[in-house]
Structure formats: structure tokens, C-alpha cells
């Protein structure tokens, strides 16, 4: 099975955990958004109070996490956040 790269954007609670505002990561070809947010987790089991209600953008649009990655695609991880 063949890897991609994709770029990960991280935001709130993923970029505190991570200490990064983006990573790439190397996957398997044909790995759905949601492995992604999936493998953040595992690396940092802090975030998984976010796993239900983190909401997926690739490429400037919003997806669902089942949608499939391409290639030199750009992930976003969007929890929820609180501003004042």
C-alpha cells in the first residue's frame, strides 16, 4: 500500500497538546480524515473528550470523516472553541 503526505492544522485543545500549529503527517493512501483525528488521539488520550465533536475541513471545505485523503491534501481539526 502506497503513503501520502498531508498537512494537519491544528487549533484549540489539538495545538496545546501538540505544542505545534501544523504537522505532516505520512499516511496510508485512501485513509479516511477521521483515522487522522483518530491517530492525534492515540498520540495525546487528553483529546479524546473531543473525538465526537471535532468537525473535519480538507482543502477549504467542510467534510465528514469518512471523506477519503488525496495527496498533498490540507487537514484542519476543528474542536469546539470558547472566545470572548
Not at 21 to 26: F, G, I, R
Not at 36 to 61: A, C, M, Q, Y
Not at 74 to 84: A, F
Request: proline share 8%.
Amino acid at each position: 500500500m502506497s503513503a501520502i503526505q498531508v498537512t494537519v492544522k491544528l487549533f484549540a485543545a489539538y495545538q496545546e497538546a501538540y505544542g505545534v500549529p501544523e504537522m505532516v503527517l505520512e499516511i496510508p493512501k485512501d485513509t479516511p480524515v477521521g483515522d487522522v483525528r483518530d491517530r492525534l488521539i492515540s498520540g495525546h488520550p487528553e483529546l479524546s473528550k473531543w473525538r465526537e465533536v471535532t468537525r473535519f475541513g480538507v482543502n477549504f471545505n467542510f467534510v465528514e470523516p469518512d471523506t477519503l485523503l488525496q495527496d498533498g491534501d490540507e487537514v484542519v481539526l476543528i474542536p469546539p472553541v470558547s472566545g470572548g
